[in-house]
Structure formats: C-alpha cells, structure tokens
C-alpha cells in the first residue's frame, strides 16, 4: 500500500487501485456531502481554440464532411500560424467564429455534427 498526501486529503494506492480519502472534521465532512457535484461539459463536438489568438482563416464549410488529419482552421498566436486539424473523420455543423476574429483559450470555433 502506498499513501501519499494529496491536498486536501490523501490518496492511497493498493493493487493498483486508487482511493482519495478526505480527512477532516466531523462538520466540514457532513457540509462537503451537501456540495453540488460540478459535471464537466461534453466539448467533443466542438473545435476549440488552444490558446488566444487572431482566426486566420477557416478551412471548411458548413455540411463539409472531413476525415481525421485534414486542417480545419489556422490560428495565429505570437506571429506564429497553427494549425488545427481534425482527431476523427467528422461533418460540420456549423461554423462559430468568423475569419479575422480575436479567439480567446477555449472559444468554440466550429460545431461537429453527431
């Protein structure tokens, strides 16, 4: 068994599995029972933008169908272009942000169809 401490509790290791024990006061326990669960959002149907930048330019258009490893949009960051393109074979919905935008970390820049 291996225990290490993982802020704001410990996490133990045995046979491979893995368990975080929160250790606190008898009130604080019951209070943290009463926290709503945060459920992260699905973002897989969307291309987003990895880091700020200017939204050189968009490579496909609405309905286009794409395979995986064709180039969906440019991103320019730091006077260097980057380029995003598809995991998966995918359609595309909808395109969110127009060329010459100001993307932000995380701004939805296309819509895949499901």
């Known amino acids: 068994m291996q225990i290490m401490y993982s802020s704001p509790g410990y996490q133990l290791i045995y046979r491979g599995k893995i368990f975080n024990a ?3 006061r008898q009130r604080t326990a019951k209070l943290n029972e ?5 459920v992260p959002l699905d973002l897989s149907q969307f291309l987003i933008s990895p880091m700020p930048g200017l939204l050189m330019k968009v490579c496909v258009d609405e309905g286009q ?3 995986a490893g064709e180039e969906l949009a440019i991103v320019e960051a730091m006077k260097m272009e980057n380029s995003l393109r598809a995991t998966k074979d ?3 919905k909808s ?3 127009s060329e010459g935008a100001n993307l932000a970390v995380d ?3 296309l819509e895949f169809e499901d």
Do not use: D, G, N, R
């Open 22 to 24: 929160l250790v606190t």
């Open 34 to 38: 009463l926290m709503p669960e945060k």
């Open 65 to 67: 169908s794409i395979k």
């Open 90 to 92: 995918v359609k595309i």
């Open 95 to 97: 395109i969110l942000a």
């Open 107 to 109: 701004q939805k820049i």
